[in-house]
Each structure stands twice: as structure tokens, then as C-alpha cells.
């Protein structure tokens, strides 16, 4: 008999070993790209930047995370020669 129980993100499933003889009829499912709870390193698939990645060690979220997040982002994305001058990031500076 098997039976589940949800435990945060997982499921905790246990089966008898009559359950393992019978060939499993589960689909797979791709992987999200933007799950917070996959290890992605800090740039995920699609490019974008995983604020979630243990890398950046909590400086995304904590009391000064917009401007890392700004930065980050400013870096990331340039398309300067410089990457990630100033003047792509803030065009009103001289």
C-alpha cells in the first residue's frame, strides 16, 4: 500500500516492495527555469539572474538588495564595451 504526505516543498511517499514490481507509470515534468528551490548557479537558463542562488549569499535580499539587485542587474545586462559602465546604467550621468 502506498501512501504521501506533504513536508514543505517535498513529498514524502512510501511504497512496499509489491509497489516496485509493477512498472511505473509517472510523467516526467521539465524543469522550471525560474524555481527558486533548484540549483541553478546565478544565472538561470533563460539568462535571467537567479536572486534565490546561495552565491550571492543573501546580498539580493538584505537591507541594501535593491541596489545590489540594480547593480547585479546594470552588470549582467550591459551591453557596453565596458560592461556594465556607468553611463549604460544611469544615461543621465556626464
Not at 29 to 34: E, F, I, L, S, Y
Amino acid at each position: 500500500m502506498v501512501y504521501c504526505w506533504q513536508k514543505g516543498k517535498d513529498s514524502v511517499i512510501f511504497v512496499t516492495k509489491e509497489d516496485h514490481e509493477t512498472p511505473s507509470d509517472a510523467e516526467l515534468v521539465a524543469d522550471d527555469p525560474n524555481d527558486p528551490y533548484e540549483e541553478h548557479g546565478w544565472i538561470l537558463p533563460n539568462g535571467d539572474i537567479n536572486w534565490y542562488c546561495r552565491c550571492l549569499g543573501g546580498m539580493a535580499s538584505g537591507h541594501c538588495g535593491e541596489q545590489f539587485k540594480s547593480a547585479c542587474s546594470c552588470f549582467h545586462y550591459s551591453m557596453e564595451d565596458l560592461k556594465g559602465s556607468v553611463t549604460a546604467c544611469l544615461p543621465d550621468c556626464p
